[in-house]
């Protein structure tokens, strides 16, 4: 009987043990009393745990931990440190000097390890660029500053490119690591990441697909993914917005057929404002905005104003049928392979309702303009 009385404590101890994240070390030469373990979430950073430092600079910390996670060691707002970590891993910390980003040395996790390693390298790469923007003010208006900045601005480039290239290698070699994340939104200041280029998404991409695969319920590999969506959302209207500023006004043409077979022209409308109007009959968001559409065409259309409404159906009987049982009085025209047309590539269609203004000369002077707005632009342009 006394050995089951003596067993169970220690099951219940390792049993704590590996539902806990445990954070110790010391901290020589001081004055702080206290030491503080915050948890960060996405978007948002809580504080799981605090010790006192006595005074051989100790410190003990201790959280609940069901999955691997960011948390910050942390004496001030401005001195901590990144750790990545999970359930049972035992942590040691040591500094020599109060200050823990540039002293600290780790034990105990390999993951708070690849952080540390990127931490250490960016402290590096900012004082190089500091130690250039000093020197920058210092030979202002010095003779020969305009051959000396060239030099300047050329050396300042090559440390932010080494710096680029560092994290790239890294996101390489550790796809299967949430400290990958660590390395994509790494900034050289408040408002420069370190990859900030359009074709850095492929990296989130492909971190993205890995990590759905090693931590599908991470938090973390969630919020990855819906920025990941994001950012090629906003590169793709890029993308369209330089291709229709760099086409010639020409090339912004839609000829398509109407209701009669006739194949009717976007650009013999020029000297009216056109609203290109993107639909389908199978949508109740688009047949609603058509009711508000007729207000507005019965009270502009003779001040110069027109509606060129794009069907994207490839069913053409549903289509007449919605032209004809509600009176649509403008340019239908219907596009039945919206997936190979050209219409629809040229102006990046995603969804429906989605629109594109052009002035009477037939430049784009607006988009996607649905509800107040719309009737803001109408109310711009004709009163």
């Known amino acids: 009987m006394k050995k089951i009385v003596l067993f169970f404590p220690l099951i219940i101890l390792f049993a704590c043990g590996r539902n806990h994240v445990r954070v110790s070390g010391v901290i020589k030469e001081t004055e702080k009393e206290m030491i503080y373990l915050d948890k960060m979430g996405v978007g948002d950073i809580v504080s799981v745990d605090s010790s006192g430092i006595n005074k051989h600079g100790e410190f003990n910390l201790k959280t609940k931990a069901s999955e691997l996670n960011f948390y910050r060691l942390r004496l001030s707002d401005n001195n901590f440190v990144t750790l990545l970590t999970g359930p049972g891993e035992k942590i040691r910390i040591t500094s020599n000097k109060e200050y823990l980003p540039e002293n600290y040395e780790l034990t105990g996790s390999e993951n708070s390890q690849k952080i540390k390693f990127l931490d250490n390298h960016l402290l590096k790469t900012q004082k190089k660029l500091d130690s250039l923007t000093n020197l920058f003010k210092e030979l202002n208006n010095k003779p020969g500053f305009d051959t000396i900045s060239e030099g300047l601005n050329e050396a300042y480039l090559k440390v932010e490119n080494e710096q680029r290239n560092f994290n790239i290698r890294f996101v ?15 900034k050289f200041d408040e408002n420069t990441y370190v990859l900030y280029k359009n074709r ?9 697909d890995s990590l759905q695969k090693a931590y599908p319920e991470s938090k973390h590999t969630k919020a990855l993914v819906a920025d990941l969506e994001k950012g090629l959302n906003r590169y793709n209207q890029l993308r369209i917005n330089q291709i229709i500023e760099n086409m010639p006004k020409t090339a912004l043409d839609v000829q398509l057929p109407d209701i009669n077979g006739d194949t009717i022209s976007l650009l ?17 968001a688009c047949l609603k905005e058509n009711l508000i559409f007729k207000s507005l065409y019965k009270k502009y259309n003779r001040k110069g104003f027109e509606i060129y409404q794009v069907c994207i159906n490839n069913d053409i ?53 649905h509800g107040r707005v719309l009737n803001i632009k109408m109310n711009q342009l004709f009163e």
């Open 200 to 208: 850095d998404l492929q990296y989130l991409k492909i971190v993205s």
């Open 172 to 186: 390489l070699e550790n796809l299967n690591s949430l400290a990958s994340i660590k390395a994509l939104y790494q």
């Open 317 to 369: 009987v549903k289509w007449e049928k919605a032209v004809k049982f509600d009176e649509l009085p403008w340019i239908s025209v219907i596009d039945t392979d919206p997936e190979k047309s050209g219409v629809a590539r040229m102006f990046n269609i995603q969804s429906v309702p989605f629109n594109y203004m052009f002035d009477k000369e037939g430049n784009i002077i607006g988009k996607d303009l």
């Open 268 to 284: 013999s409308n020029r000297g009216k404002y056109v609203l290109l109007s993107f639909w389908s009959t199978a949508s109740e």
